[in-house]
């Protein structure tokens, strides 16, 4: 039992030390693609080529890398939409976009699947 | 021979009908209704390859040097924001009811090259209602403005305001207000009395303020660009602006105030009245 816990404390912090490193892989766009189905990125956004990625709560995400401005104010560009993933309350008080905990390093891949072609 | 008196009498027929659809006044040329779509789509691709056509030859110099884009927001707000708006900034009521309506600056610098900017500042665009600067302004003005073009797809709605050098109604961090707000009553009023909301109304005053210069709207003809959400299935959306319950009376209430909604938002208040509002809403409600 103690042992598990202090195992647990163990992933814990050491996941929490991988984010906040400097990325040092290049971004993985099909890492990104399996990373916005784990996070149910799909139950409010409709994306191409993610699996039950239908929903209709936000706008839809096809072709959202020619897309002016993310959340209507902030000018889109890989990084403003890594911000964007990773705190979008931070941005924009009143969202309904919800804060998934997502690290830096996914957030990286997923715009990278976003930001590939469809 | 006798191919040709048939091509020739084929290319005959054709000119006379031709002649006839424009002596009869049949093609519409009012500004209320776009252009007809292969009309459009062959004007437009005209321009484009014009513009590129003449751009080619055109070297850009460095805008990036200190001051270069600074320079080209004040020549931008006094000369171009009255008909291309900015973000946040809604084109002046003139503007809004040109055909072709003035293109949204953001994502054509997004996708132009400098160089063909720099030759539609100089050179005007023919029937679209763009001036040519050329005898009006300077060639560092002019590359200013381009400079200025580039910079501002990197700002947002509340730094542009900054930098044009227009202070900024709102607190910086005044970000989208929380229920007390949603539930501030907006007067819905207007329409003649014991007329409902009429979406083919809507579909065609939908035209009148530059929607399609930010938005994509199956169906309707115009630039369709990519600035904001693309409007196909708005109708089934839970959400307007990310703040917003999709009812109709906060549809009316996103279009008719945007800024009292998001404060800082791209989308600028069109000055939509009550009626219109209800149209165009009724209009989107369609869109499933």
């Known amino acids: 039992m103690r042992l598990s816990s202090r195992l647990l404390l163990l992933v814990v912090l050491a996941s929490a030390t991988a984010s906040a490193t400097p990325p040092v892989r290049a971004p993985d766009p099909e890492r990104g693609r399996l990373l916005l189905r784990q996070f149910g990125c799909g139950g409010c956004h409709a994306i191409p080529g993610v ?30 939409m890594i911000r964007w993933i990773r705190a979008p309350r931070s941005i924009k008080p009143g969202t309904a976009m919800a804060d ?8 990286r891949d997923m715009v990278a699947y976003l930001y590939r072609a469809h | 021979m006798r191919t040709l008196a048939i091509l020739a009498s084929l290319v005959l027929a054709a000119l006379l009908a031709g002649g006839l659809v424009l002596y009869a006044g049949w093609y519409d040329i009012s500004a209320t209704d776009p252009h007809l779509r292969p009309t459009f789509a062959l004007l437009d691709f005209g321009m484009r390859r014009s513009v590129r056509q003449r751009g080619a030859d055109i070297a850009a110099p ?20 009255q008909c291309h708006g900015g973000p946040g900034v809604a084109p002046e009521p003139f503007a809004l009811g040109m055909t072709p309506t003035p293109a949204n600056l953001v994502h054509t610098a997004r996708e132009w090259q400098p160089a063909d900017l720099y030759w539609v500042i100089r050179e005007g665009i023919k029937m679209t209602g763009m001036p040519a600067w050329r005898h009006r302004m300077s060639d560092d003005e002019m590359w200013a403005t381009v400079a200025f073009l580039k910079a501002m797809t990197r700002m947002e709605p509340r730094q542009y305001q900054e930098a044009v050098g227009r202070p900024s109604p709102l ?4 970000g989208a207000g929380g229920e007390g707000l949603r539930s501030l ?19 065609r005053a939908i035209h009148q303020y530059a929607c399609l210069t930010c938005h994509e709207i199956p169906g309707l003809t115009g630039a369709n660009a990519p600035v904001g959400p693309p409007l196909g299935g708005i109708a ?22 945007p800024q009292a909604v998001n404060p800082g938002s791209a989308m600028p208040d069109l000055g939509l009245g009550a009626r219109d509002a209800a149209d165009i809403a009724a209009f989107l409600a369609t869109l499933d």
């Not at chain 2, 460095?62 to 924001?81: M, V, W």
């Not at chain 2, 607190?171 to 005044?174: E, K, L, N």
Request: aromatic share 2%.
């Open chain 2, 236 to 257: 089934r959306r839970e959400m307007i602006a990310g703040t917003l319950r999709n009812t109709p009376q906060n549809m009316v209430r996103w279009l008719r105030s």
């Open chain 1, 51 to 80: 699996p039950a990625a239908a929903g209709k709560v936000g706008p839809p995400l096809r072709g959202v890398a020619r897309r002016a401005y993310l959340a209507g104010l902030l000018p889109n560009s890989r990084e403003n």
């Open chain 2, 62 to 81: 460095a805008l990036e040097g200190p001051g270069i884009a600074q320079r080209g927001a004040q020549l931008y707000r006094r000369h171009c924001e």
């Open chain 1, 100 to 107: 998934m905990q997502v690290s830096e390093d996914q957030a």
């Open chain 2, 171 to 174: 607190p910086p961090g005044a």
């Open chain 2, 185 to 203: 009553p907006l007067p819905l009023g207007g329409g003649a009395a014991g007329e409902g909301p009429d979406p083919k109304r809507g579909r």
